[in-house]
């Protein structure tokens, strides 16, 4: 049995969940024994620790005269010195050029059958990838297991279910019949799917598998190439995937160098050299603005970004005030606000919002935010694992200067104690109130646990400023608190028209920040935090192009 | 009944075409009587000359100060004095981005409705529009019936077709169930596909209908507010059809000016003042390459291009080498070489092919080309109508140009009478054999009627140089014959490489120049001759972005 009919049921589940878009997992979330077995915790942290200070030798991507590796945990704050083997961009593109002609060959539902299996394979590996991720991204350890492992397999199967319905939308052959009246014309015709060739994926340092395996999987599965660039600052758990990927090449009798991994270091980066490569044809991106813009004004490449955003909270009326400051509290408090779906500009008219118990004010609202956001941090079973570490020092830097920001500080932030971790590089959340009319402090992305509240006049005008900010400068995700359907209407109108969605009253275990697989398009395309969307058709359909033959049938 | 219903067999016909690829026409292309009626080609030429040197007035786009037109008649190289309404940038942009609220509230389904109306009254009007098709493109009667009526509305209908498609790809709405274990999480989702906003598409002179209703109809189906832009020598044609979209908008209680006509003359173009203006969001354009790779580089706008290209034919091996002649002959012949499909690189080894009657030589096979060509020139009822007439008197200078390439000339160029346009623009097929190695003089479109024999050093070496132009230069179409399986093969796989469909062996009443609605995708977008396709399921989807709202299930 091939390895398509090994997985054919995962494939066509995966295929109608994507279009019936309720809830579906392939791959569960919780990191439960029973599920994911007694020892397989305890062993992915052994099999973690045992590859600090070694090289990395798994890839099957031929010898390297150079290793290297510059990674830290931000829990430690000290080197993993895990080492990588390097390579030349020339390098990397000639296996790239040369394996693309094999893989290309390899046909969609075979192709769909390898990464599905190298999807199972990482399942197995799971535990290990979540450690290493908590390592590099500072991420706490159960969203490390769920976005690096469970989360980002099912994005990545979506992109292969995607791309697989794609690929056989239109049929292989068909016979075209024309009556000309005393005849017909038959024509014999063929539609291929062409690959675009090269494709090269660049990783980001806060989640460094779940927003990789979209554009990789998305690419395998439509017969590219791929060269995997992965963030400097957090290499292993991608380099875990692409290893596993190699594996199934490889006992497939393939080319492993189909998907290559190319570590760089801060001091020497290739990506510029690799993607602008005449033979790169395709380029996936996760990362600031500035290097988006550039890479989406390459010529003669298709170019699937995300960037930055600026995602707000539009708060007008509640049910109940407690439940949804404590929803927002945990929503910037999580991974510290790291994550691009974060909010952080929080619209509260002047004077205040209506709520089933009466009048709340401004200061009210406020007091409830910063209280709950105390009340998670100070809770010792949960602060320390909701904020996890930041990520880049910068971060730091960004929330002191947030202190600063013209307007009344609500809360400073502050370090908590990990108990696990005395070194941890911990900040908790900063509230700072800023007036409407104060644009320059709110329109901009401040990446990390920074939360705005910002003072408007109504809800109209706060309405106004999340969809100009949206359609300005990006959005991601917006948050919207309303009990009247004519606002809500209107909340969900107008953020439409700068492609942001919205998830309105949200209150309990579920939270704005998360996008599910087979459900939610996590960014749009449609506004300036990205050109892309996980899953869309666009996002395959770019990825190959539409040949068609013809001859006439043989008489 | 609304439109939507009326016409709901017609839309899900197209779709089920639209997959299965088979030949399908909605509209007849046969100007026959029996199918249009006894007095219909009559009326349609009355009318058409009712219009000449009048106001065109049956726009509903409000006062214009201003009346233009420079409209000639290739047939009888004198002007139209046809003038139509003119508007400022500003105007069109300023309707358009106010109508664009009020259509993108119209459902898919009732907008797919208006459209096929639209079409179905067009359908009224095809020989109208086939005269005022001869006398600004220059093509011949049967060339402007069908292309600009019945092919171009079975292109507009496929837009449809595959806008409606996408748009419900997904559901509207759907209940999300996430088990938790001892209880469910459970949201509802709506998804809408949120329309751009403004759309501009640039028509060309000589297919003003058929190269502008795909563009025009895929951006309406997906709710974007439309301005087309006629080029200033071509604008008849498609007035008629915007005027009929008007019609129907207007008879639904919707604002005309939801597609409105934006014409300009050649010494006061508005076009690029059109593009650029911020509130366009999507541009659709056939011409010639350099516009359109200026217009590829406009950021944050969905850009669709039809540009040039460099079309070849592969002679390798043939069963009847008469048929064959005849068939390239034709093909060189319709409409004086300038569609964009017609081939202009004619490959052949110079030790000639190999036919089922024993070895033709290189100068045989050209003497028979040339040949065959004369002898459909000559041919008084076949000659002056499969030419037409030349568009535009820069081609003549072409054609002289041509004449002075470095090599045999095998056919200059020479009038021929039309029997009823004394005054007509007419060249025959000039054929110039070049050495494979004077790159300089065939690297390059050459629009009109120029056919290059070029001498290659056998096969492999014509479907390198084909394939390498059509990366280079792009390609829309490439004629091959070869009565080898693993040269077919091979010919298939190199010229996908470059994104150029292929038609094999074609003899007969069928042209490689032809492209078929509902089967054939006409142009690739994976080479330089066009970033689009005409209609695969990109051309629609990036008209419109897909947002999600979603909020707890009320309890």
Excluded at 344 to 358: C, E, H, S, W
Aim: glycine share 8%.
């Amino acid at each position: 049995m091939g390895l398509f009919e090994k997985h054919q049921s995962i494939l066509e589940n995966a295929v109608k969940a994507m279009h019936e878009r309720t809830f579906h997992a392939q791959y569960p979330e919780h990191p439960s024994p029973k599920i994911y077995g007694e020892t397989a915790d305890e062993e992915g942290r052994k099999k973690f620790q045992s590859m600090i200070g070694k090289r990395f030798e798994e890839l099957k991507q031929g010898d390297s005269q150079n290793w290297i590796g510059v990674e830290e945990s931000p829990y430690m704050q000290d080197p993993l010195n895990i080492s990588y083997p390097s390579f030349s961009v020339d390098d990397l593109i000639e296996k790239a050029g040369s394996t693309f002609h094999q893989w290309r060959k390899v046909s969609a539902a075979e192709r769909a059958g390898i990464l599905i299996e190298s999807l199972e394979r990482v399942k197995d590996r799971f535990f290990e990838i979540a450690y290493a991720t908590m390592h590099t991204t500072g991420q706490g350890y159960m969203m490390a297991f769920q976005a690096s492992g469970p989360h980002a397999a099912d994005r990545a199967l979506e992109a292969v279910a995607a791309g697989y319905e794609e690929l056989n939308r239109f049929p292989g052959t068909a016979m075209w019949d024309k009556p000309m009246g005393k005849f017909n014309i038959q024509l014999d015709k063929e539609w291929r799917a062409i690959p675009k060739g090269v494709a090269v994926v660049i990783g980001c340092s806060t989640f460094p598998t779940w927003n990789t395996v979209p554009g990789l999987y998305a690419s395998l599965v439509t017969g590219n190439s791929v060269v995997v660039k992965p963030h400097p600052g957090a290499v292993l758990p991608i380099a875990i995937i692409v290893a596993e990927i190699q594996n199934v090449l490889s006992d497939e009798g393939l080319d492993p160098n189909i998907c290559q991994l190319a570590v760089d270091t801060f001091d020497s980066t290739i990506t510029k050299e690799l993607v602008e490569h005449q033979a790169v044809k395709i380029i996936d991106y996760t990362g600031n603005s500035a290097f988006g813009d550039y890479l989406e004004g390459l010529q003669g490449k298709a170019v699937f970004t995300e960037k930055t955003g600026v995602n707000s909270a539009i708060i007008d009326s509640v049910k109940d005030v407690d439940k949804v400051a404590a929803n927002l509290a945990f929503s910037v408090s999580l991974y510290s606000g790291q994550m691009c779906t974060a909010p952080q500009n929080f619209y509260v008219p002047k004077d205040g919002i209506k709520t089933a118990d009466g009048h709340v004010s401004f200061d009210e609202f406020a007091q409830k935010f910063v209280d709950n956001i105390n009340g998670l941090m100070d809770n010792p079973k949960a602060g320390p694992f909701v904020l996890g570490t930041i990520q880049n020092k910068n971060t730091c830097d960004r929330i002191d200067a947030a202190e600063e920001i013209q307007g009344k500080v609500w809360l400073k932030s502050r370090a908590i104690e990990n108990p696990m971790f005395q070194n941890a590089r911990i900040a908790t959340p900063v509230v700072v109130e800023v007036d409407a009319s104060n644009e320059e402090a709110y329109n901009q992305e401040l990446f990390g646990p920074i939360a705005l509240l910002i003072k408007t006049e109504n809800t109209d005008h706060s309405i106004e400023l999340a969809k100009n900010m949206a359609l300005r400068h990006g959005a991601l995700s917006c948050g919207a608190y309303t009990t009247d359907d004519t606002t809500r209407e209107r909340i969900a109108d107008e953020m439409s028209l700068a492609a942001t969605p919205v998830s309105f009253n949200l209150v309990g275990g579920i939270y704005l920040n998360q996008h599910a697989t087979f459900s939610d398009f996590h960014v749009t395309g449609g506004n300036p935090a990205g050109n892309a969307s996980f899953t869309n058709p666009e996002y395959v359909i770019k990825r190959f192009t539409w040949v068609g033959f013809r001859e006439p049938v043989q008489g």
